[in-house]
């Protein structure tokens, strides 16, 4: 996770805490001047609504204030739904005062249909929540935290909508692949449903451990069974490393060197570049993997999670060193 989009992401978030506080107390001031209007023959609405309207923008400020100095992950549906707490009996209590007024049960099933909406922003900012505080302690070497958060997301499901439970899943699984605990990778991955992008990503990472589990046909189907509409270009670059993989495995060194030839690309996977600077080195040309491990590339398969469960990888990464080293 990039430091810029954590910023635009906390920037967001704190616009957010303001507008919810505004909208809020607006409202508040609203359903106060709908009472006083049908009981007391008042015509304050404009009144109270705007007297809402204002203090929302002062508390929003100072909940923006509070939020900037002390958010962390794991607090930030505290500071969104707390207005929403405010606002919701509020927009039920003015639905009841109009429908008694006019007779009619249409205010207050408006009020339910807001208040219903509400409800579902406060859901979503839950588990907005929930899912960033998994991901942040991840990216910040706590995997317990991590599995701990993102298993309640999991089993929140009357909190959590459906695309984000199925988001944890292919995080959980993709967490346990870094700790190198391929069944319980499987397990996970497995969870997440069979459509949109999340699954695609979920079902090349699956295609991956069942082949470095040595099920290489239950890894084949996994591979042929992907949408690269749904997946985009990312899913069909860590497609071709995994049947580059599988076909290293069942059909050997010549099969494999002459696929990674063909579909190599300059945004090839990690795991791609790494066999096939193996491939190379294996077959004698030395020059051509150095090259193909280039800086960047170099980097990336250093650094890659199968560095360690792929040999091949571990094994061309110590011999670049040691070439360049020398």
């Given at each position: 996770m990039s430091h810029n989009s954590e910023e635009r992401r906390t920037s967001r978030y704190l616009n957010s805490v303001w507008l919810f506080w505004v909208l809020a107390s607006g409202i508040v001031g609203l359903s106060v001047g709908v009472t006083r209007g049908l009981t007391?023959?008042?015509?304050?609405?404009?009144?109270?609504?705007?007297?809402?309207?204002g203090v929302g923008v002062v508390v929003g400020f100072l909940a923006m204030s509070i939020a900037g100095r002390r958010e962390r992950p794991g607090r930030r549906s505290v500071h969104l739904m707390a207005p929403i707490g405010l606002a919701l009996p509020a927009v039920c209590w003015a639905g009841v005062v109009v429908s008694l007024h006019v007779g009619s049960v249409l205010p207050a099933i408006g009020a339910v249909g807001l208040g219903l909406v509400l409800m579902n922003v406060a859901r979503r900012a839950y588990a907005e929540?929930?899912?960033?505080?998994?991901?942040?302690?991840?990216?910040?070497?706590?995997?317990?935290?991590?599995?701990?958060?993102?298993e309640a997301a999991v089993e929140a499901k009357a909190l959590v909508p459906a695309p984000m439970r199925a988001h944890a899943c292919f995080t959980l699984g993709l967490i346990a692949l870094a700790d190198e605990d391929l069944e319980r990778a499987e397990g996970w991955l497995l969870r997440v449903p069979g459509h949109g992008r999340t699954a695609q990503q979920a079902r090349v990472s699956l295609a991956l451990v069942q082949a470095l589990r040595g099920r290489i046909e239950s890894a084949q189907r996994s591979v042929s069974s992907l949408d690269f509409r749904e997946g985009g270009e990312t899913v069909r670059h860590k497609a071709d490393g995994v049947r580059l993989l599988i076909v290293l495995r069942e059909q050997g060194v010549q099969a494999a060197r002459d696929l990674a030839e063909r579909t190599l690309r300059d945004r090839s996977s990690a795991l791609q570049v790494g066999l096939t600077a193996w491939l190379r080195w294996r077959d004698g040309d030395v020059e051509e993997a150095l090259f193909l491990l280039e800086p960047n590339n170099m980097l990336r398969v250093r650094h890659s999670e199968l560095v360690h469960l792929v040999p091949e990888m571990g094994e061309v990464v110590a011999m670049a060193e040691a070439a360049r080293a020398g």
């Open positions: 007391m023959q008042e015509r304050s609405l404009p009144t109270w609504t705007l007297v809402g309207v929540d929930i899912l960033h505080t998994g991901v942040h302690a991840w990216h910040a070497g706590r995997h317990r935290v991590a599995v701990q958060t993102l």
